[in-house]
Each structure stands twice: as structure tokens, then as C-alpha cells.
């Protein structure tokens, strides 16, 4: 018994979870076991039961150990501890206990609840979690501050609760900050930035209470909404007001302000927070090294990468994956295979997010047999990889390769998520496989998880479109719920490339109705429209209207248009007039509009003049360029000029590309 009760005693410390490794712990239960300490003390088990369910390689063995546990106590623990990994698992736990142990006094736990409704919110099991909140009810836990500040978050996790959240908040008599930071959360996440930043400011003003202000976590939820909704004054002045109450010194704060200004294009101002910060976490390197890359500064973001490493800093996937990024953009293989040595070193290549960038980069740096290699070495189960590897084809100009893909995805019965499906659907767009798109579009319209999606919406309305069915990119474009710049954009250029001037222009103008800001994108196909549709003064109109009304400076691709348009109805005078006023020099395309203008029109002579324009660019030689010229010397009768440009053709080795055609 003198053995014994030493090892009872370290069964049942507190601390043990924190001193034993999974080994020791397997030993420790052994010998519980052996030494019969494990019946002789029920409560033994219920230690070693904590113990397992601390570590998460020992989960199995908590799971094990569950049934053979008597005190009612391990309901409680089972449940809030599966709420926060395994949110179903909780709920089936719950109703299982509703069955098993209909008497136990922890069936009335305000934590289990708790856990429960955190339960809901992580799988988004709003029915299931309605209904716990009226057995709450019905049990008079209602009042738990804790349970109203979870059940806030809770409803704030779907667009169509929100107004339970907003009641539920106004019948909370005692608010606290953490109610008023979950409401503020759910609002952002809902895109209701504003009225985020309203509570804030009624929170900073004590409506809910003098004692009720702003912490930490209220700023980082508002300045991380202001990255996303791209809010940089408001971003500005919460680091304002952060430093005036105190915060602004924090870990946490001076991170997420680093995220906010390298991701909203300001990378000075973070570097200035990184500086001056008085202590650093890795999260504060890999934000920053982040930053530069983004702000293609690869020399800088190397020269951090090996600072960080001097001060001692370990490396996550995070830093690698940065690492990686930065060597894909600059298409740097050497220091990419680096990277990967140094990866594969420490036995991290099989880490998602690094497999993944790992195959961006090669596939980047031309290296598409290196990235399929690797691919094939790495587990197929992560649908990550097969979308690094379709997207990695598509930028090739590989897009049957891509396709064939979906196959193996098949096989595999893998889950396909939304990048997947938007890389099938450029890929049938690049292919022109109208038959498939129209395979992804139902997968798109049968899942739940992909209906409504703006993005692989406005991908159908663009595949549509350059595969030739603007009836079908209308139908998608008509029935998707949201829309954005993006979703009109898509069906402007739609109808522009099939001709459908006058529905470019229609659209253009439902556009503008509505609203919404047009870009540079959406202006080029407008004037794509108008210069097939031979609308000059409508196409001159908004040429102008895209510089004096929108602000938008026109590029040289919005130039070419205009020349293009003037071109084909013969005014040749009037384009030579416009290039001459332009504020960007022609390039050879340009050039090459005015010189088959001048071919189609006959205005021959006018047209030599154009091929000296066309010959005197400092640019790498072009087939087109040769050709557009000879073709003209030889209208004029200029024979000798038409051999010579044709052999200096074959010295320069400008060939030309073949055509493609999506009929087989």
C-alpha cells in the first residue's frame, strides 16, 4: 500500500498533464492496472481519463476509457472537450447522455451548454442549436451571462439570425465586453462592417455601461474587418485610438496591425509597427516577411527570413510558405530547391500549405514535371494538392491536363471545395469544353456548399461567354443572388467578344443604373463593344467618361480600342490624331491597327509612313510585326522591301505561333 499511494498521488495531481509525455502516461495507466490501483480507486480512472483527453495524440485512448468511467462528471468533460474538435461528436455525446444518464446532476451544467452552443456555431448547426437554446430556456439557464455571451456569437455566425443576436444582446441587462465583441464580430463577419464599428464607437462612449470598454479583442476584430473591406482611414484611426487607451503596445495588436497595412499596400507603415515593437512572436516575423513579398520586396523578405533565424525564431509552415511565394513570383529556382531541402530536412513537405506552395513554385518557374513529381510523392487525400496541380496546369496552358483531373478526383471520392470547382471551370473555359462546363455548372447548382457563390458564379458567366453561349452566361448572370463589379464586368466582355455590341452596351448601362463603380476592365469592354459594333461617338463618349467621371487613366489597352474603332471605320486621320495626343507611346499592336486599316481602306501610302513607326520599336522581334508590314510593301508593289522583310523575319527567328481552335 506504500507503493501505492505515491502513485495515486501522481495520478491525481493536477499538474501531471503538463509533466508526462503520451509514453509516460501508457506506462503510468500500466501500472495502474497491474498494481490494481485502477478498481481499488475509482477515481483513478477518472484522473487518468483527464489525462488522455488533455494530449491529442492520447484522444483514442480518453474514448476507450469513456465507458468504463462511473462518475457522471465525465459527460461534462467529454462534451466541452469534443465542442472545441469535434463539434458533431459533442451533440450526438449530448443526446446520448439525454438517454443514458437522464439523472445526472451535470445534465444542467451551465458549461455544458456552453460547450454545446460553441458546438453549434462550428458546424453550423443553427437548427440544432435553436433548439438547445429553448431547453435552456425551459432549465431557466437563459440569464448565464456566459450562455447569453455564447449564444450572441452563436446567431451571429448566420446572415438569417442576425436579428435573434440583436434581440438577444438588447435582453441582456448586464453587458459585458465579450457580448459586445461577439455582436461586433458577427456584424463584420456579415459584411455589416459599419455597423461593427457603431457598437464600437457606443462602446467607447459607455452606452452599455461605464465599465464596459473596449479591449484588445474589439480592436483586432474591427482592424482585421478593415483588411477585408478594404477600410484604411477607419484602420487608421482604430491604431489612433488603440495607442491612446493603452493598447496599442500589445502583441496581438501590433500584429494584426502589421496584417493590416502590408495587406492594404502600405508596407512602411508596417514596418515601422514591427520596429518599433517592444517584443516579437513568430506570427509578428511571418506577417511581416508576408508583407514584403506582397509588396514584391523578395530581397528584403530573404534578408528577414535570415534575421529572424539569428534572433533564434523557430520556422512554421507559415515562413515557409512565404519563402516559397517569394521564390515563385521572382521564378528564383535555385533558392526555391533551397527551400525545399531545407523543408524536406526537417520533415515538413507533407505539410499542406507547404506542399502545396511547393508545387505553385515549381510550376511558376517553369518547372511543371518537377511540381507533377512531387504531387505524385505526396499524399492524395488533401484536396489542396489536386488543386495546386489543376491550377498549376491551367497557367501552363494546359487545361485538357486539368481536366483530366477531375477524373482521379473522382476515383478518389474526394470532397471538392470552391477552388477546385473554379479551377475545372477556367479550365473548360481555356479548353472551350462546353460540355463539361456545363457538367461543373451542376455541380455547382447541386451543392449546397457552392450555392451562391459570386465567384464560381461570375467564373460560369465568363466560361459561358468564351466558349460562345452568352443565352447561358445571361441565365447564370440573371439568377445569381449577389453580384459585383466583377459578375457585370464578366458579362459586358461576354457579349463585346461575341459581337453583341448593342448587349454590352445595355448591360453596361443596368450597370451604372444600379450603381455600381465600373473599373478599367469593365471600360475595355465597353470599348471592345463599341469598336466591333462600329460605335464611335457612343465608343468616344465613354473613352471620356472612364477619365473625367470615374477618374479611371486609361492604358494603352484602352487606347488601342479607340484606334482600333477609328481604324476600321476608315478615319485614319483622325486615329493618327489620337495616337499623337496619347500619353503613353504606341506599342507594336497599335501599330499594327493603323497599318491594316490602311491595307483594308487603301490608303497604301499612308500606310508606308505607319512602317517605320512599327520598325523603330525597341522590342524583341515579333512574327505579326513582319508580317503586317510586308503584306503592306507588297500592296504598294514594293517587292525588294517584301523579300527583305521576310528574310530578316527568319535571321531574327521570329516565328509565328499556330492557331487554336476549340472544334476537333
Not at 438577444?168 to 463577419?189: C, H, P, Q
Not at 466582355?493 to 448601362?509: D, I, K, P, R, Y
Request: hydrophobic share 40%; net charge positive; glycine share 8%.
Amino acid at each position: 500500500m506504500n507503493y501505492h499511494l505515491p502513485l495515486a498521488r501522481l495520478i491525481l495531481h493536477k499538474g501531471s498533464s503538463n509533466l508526462l509525455s503520451p509514453l509516460q502516461l501508457f506506462q503510468l495507466h500500466s501500472l495502474a492496472i497491474t498494481t490494481g490501483l485502477q478498481l481499488q480507486h475509482p477515481s483513478i480512472l477518472l484522473s487518468l481519463f483527464k489525462l488522455y483527453l488533455t494530449n491529442q495524440s492520447t484522444l483514442t485512448h480518453a474514448e476507450t476509457l469513456f465507458p468504463r468511467v462511473q462518475q457522471p462528471y465525465k459527460w461534462n468533460l467529454m462534451i466541452r472537450h469534443a465542442s472545441a474538435t469535434r463539434p458533431l461528436k459533442a451533440l450526438s455525446l449530448f443526446q446520448k447522455m439525454r438517454i443514458d444518464e437522464p439523472s445526472t446532476p451535470f445534465y444542467n451544467d451551465p458549461f455544458v451548454y456552453a460547450s454545446l452552443i460553441k458546438a453549434c456555431g462550428k458546424a453550423r448547426a443553427f437548427r440544432e442549436g435553436k433548439s438547445i437554446h429553448c431547453r435552456m430556456i425551459t432549465l431557466g439557464l437563459d440569464y448565464n451571462v456566459n450562455l447569453s455571451n455564447s449564444l450572441v456569437s452563436f446567431y451571429s455566425g448566420s446572415a438569417n439570425l442576425m436579428s435573434y443576436a440583436d434581440v438577444l444582446f438588447d435582453s441582456v441587462s448586464e453587458k459585458n465586453v465579450v457580448v459586445v465583441n461577439g455582436l461586433i464580430s458577427g456584424n463584420v463577419r456579415r459584411g455589416n462592417f459599419d455597423v461593427g464599428l457603431r457598437l464600437f464607437v457606443e462602446m467607447l462612449r459607455g452606452c452599455f455601461g461605464l465599465n464596459v470598454k473596449p479591449n484588445c479583442v474589439s480592436f483586432v476584430i474591427l482592424i482585421s474587418g478593415c483588411v477585408e473591406f478594404g477600410e484604411f482611414r477607419e484602420g487608421k484611426a482604430l491604431h489612433c485610438c488603440s495607442w491612446k487607451i493603452g493598447l496599442g503596445w500589445s502583441v496581438e495588436m501590433c500584429n494584426v496591425l502589421i496584417d493590416f497595412y502590408a495587406k492594404l499596400g502600405h508596407i512602411g507603415d508596417a514596418s515601422n509597427v514591427f520596429v518599433e515593437m517592444p517584443e516579437r512572436d513568430l506570427i509578428s516575423w511571418n506577417s511581416i516577411i508576408w508583407g514584403h513579398v506582397k509588396s514584391g520586396e523578395y530581397v528584403k523578405a530573404f534578408s528577414l527570413f535570415r534575421e529572424m533565424r539569428r534572433e533564434g525564431i523557430g520556422v512554421d509552415r507559415a515562413s515557409f510558405s512565404c519563402l516559397l511565394s517569394a521564390c515563385a513570383a521572382r521564378t528564383d529556382l535555385w533558392l526555391g530547391r533551397m527551400v525545399h531541402a531545407r523543408v524536406k530536412a526537417i520533415g515538413m513537405e507533407c505539410d499542406v500549405s507547404v506542399g502545396t506552395a511547393l508545387i505553385n513554385m515549381y510550376a511558376k518557374c517553369g518547372k511543371l514535371n518537377s511540381a507533377r513529381k512531387l504531387f505524385d510523392e505526396l499524399p492524395k487525400q488533401e484536396i489542396e494538392y489536386w488543386n495546386a496541380m489543376i491550377h498549376s496546369y491551367i497557367d501552363a496552358g494546359l487545361a485538357k491536363e486539368a481536366l483530366k483531373q477531375l477524373d482521379e478526383i473522382k476515383f478518389r471520392h474526394l470532397r471538392l471545395d470552391e477552388v477546385t470547382v473554379l479551377g475545372l471551370i477556367m479550365a473548360c473555359r481555356d479548353a472551350g469544353d462546353l460540355h463539361r462546363g456545363r457538367l461543373m455548372h451542376s455541380i455547382v447548382e447541386n451543392d449546397d456548399l457552392f450555392k451562391g457563390s459570386v465567384v464560381l458564379g461570375n467564373a460560369l458567366v465568363d466560361m459561358y461567354a468564351k466558349c460562345g453561349s452568352t443565352t447561358r452566361a445571361r441565365s447564370v448572370f440573371d439568377r445569381m443572388p449577389r453580384r459585383d463589379v466583377i459578375s457585370w464586368t464578366s458579362m459586358i466582355v461576354g457579349h463585346a467578344v461575341n459581337g453583341e455590341g448593342e448587349e454590352s452596351l445595355a448591360t453596361f448601362q443596368q450597370m451604372c443604373a444600379e450603381k455600381l463603380v465600373p473599373n478599367s476592365v469593365t471600360f475595355l469592354g465597353v470599348l471592345s463593344a463599341c469598336d466591333h459594333a462600329g460605335l464611335i461617338d457612343e465608343g468616344m463618349r465613354l473613352y471620356n467618361m472612364m477619365s473625367e467621371d470615374y477618374h479611371i487613366k486609361p492604358r494603352i489597352e484602352h487606347h488601342g480600342c479607340v484606334v482600333d474603332m477609328l481604324a476600321r471605320a476608315g478615319k485614319i486621320g483622325d486615329a493618327q490624331m489620337f495616337i499623337q495626343k496619347m500619353d503613353t507611346k504606341p506599342n507594336a499592336l497599335v501599330w499594327r491597327m493603323l497599318l491594316n486599316a490602311c491595307r483594308v481602306h487603301g490608303h497604301i501610302d499612308l500606310g508606308l509612313s505607319f512602317v517605320t513607326g512599327l520598325t523603330e520599336l525597341d522590342t524583341p522581334p515579333e512574327a505579326a510585326n513582319f508580317v503586317i508590314s510586308s503584306n503592306v510593301y507588297a500592296e504598294a508593289g514594293r517587292w525588294n522591301d517584301v523579300a527583305a522583310r521576310r528574310n530578316t523575319m527568319v535571321v531574327e527567328r521570329a516565328s509565328k505561333e499556330a492557331g487554336k481552335s476549340c472544334v476537333s
